[in-house]
């Protein structure tokens, strides 16, 4: 098994490899087909500001729902559960509840 495992990682490693070098070497490169560093840096910052925007705000939007939703102050939370109505929890009979 761990033949059959690693033989697999060396055949994905050169599947990865062989192309970008094949690739790499049958380009000859002119004036024209250099990259501007300095945008695509500009460019991954953009991406990945508005990336950590957007995963801030639905997190944001989770939690002050959370919270919205199970204050103390909501109708739904005015009863108290079966376990809030016990003084002591620990020392509560749970067979009469449905436990």
């Avoid at 070098?21 to 300095?38: C, D, G, P, T, V």
Wanted: charged content about 20%; hydrophobic content about 45%; overall charge positive.
């Amino acid at each position: 098994m761990k033949k059959v495992i690693a033989v697999s990682v060396i055949a994905l490693i050169a599947l990865a490899l062989v192309p970008s070098i094949h690739f790499a070497h049958a380009q000859e490169k002119s004036a024209k087909q250099y990259i501007n560093l300095r945008a695509e840096v500009w460019n991954e910052f953009f991406r990945m500001t508005t990336a950590a925007f957007t995963v801030g705000a639905v997190v944001s939007g989770t939690m002050i729902w959370l919270v919205w939703r199970f204050r103390e102050s909501h109708p739904k939370n005015k009863n108290p559960t079966r376990w809030e109505k016990l003084d002591d929890p620990t020392t509560g009979n749970y067979e009469k509840e449905g436990h």
